[in-house]
């Protein structure tokens, strides 16, 4: 589990309330139950998941819940955060202690008709004041 908590964190990570539903091969799962080596719908394996303290503002999007840090597709604008997306809805009082993120070879994964950059795989070196993220 990590706890992404310091300023020198360059970018948190945007991800999915652990009840996001993903088509893949073996149907419809949750994101929280979604593992390394999962083939998604569209044929793109997952390379990494990951279980995060939940300290991102967090937004209602197309039945869907998400933190305002994720990028999704626009038609017109392109790519941007959820959180400046015209669909999206800040929830006040999100309290689940935990947020999921996968990664894909593709570095995208459709949900409910929208693309969304997903993370990129990374290591995380711990130390006792800070956090580095280093991208592979």
């Not at 652990?18 to 149907?27: A, R, S, V």
């Not at 809805?89 to 999100?94: A, C, L, Q, S």
């Not at 689940?96 to 593709?106: D, G, L, M, W």
């Not at 995208?108 to 280093?134: D, E, G, H, P, T």
Request: charged content about 20%; some cysteine; aromatic content about 8%.
């Amino acid at each position: 589990i990590l706890d992404i908590q310091s300023r020198s964190v360059p970018n948190k990570p945007g991800c999915f309330d652990k009840n996001t539903k993903i088509e893949t091969k073996d149907g419809l799962k949750s994101i929280s139950k979604i593992r390394s080596g999962t083939i998604l719908e569209n044929g793109d394996k997952v390379t990494a998941s990951f279980k995060i303290a939940s300290n991102n503002d967090m937004y209602h999007f197309n039945n869907m819940i998400i933190s305002g840090t994720h990028k999704v597709l626009h038609d017109i604008k392109g790519w941007g955060f959820i959180k400046d997306h015209p669909e999206s809805i800040k929830i006040e009082n999100y309290c689940e202690p935990y947020i999921y993120c996968i990664s894909t070879e593709s570095k995208r994964i459709n949900i409910n008709n929208y693309k969304f950059l997903v993370m990129s795989s990374v290591i995380f070196l711990a130390s006792a004041n800070n956090i580095s993220v280093l991208s592979l």
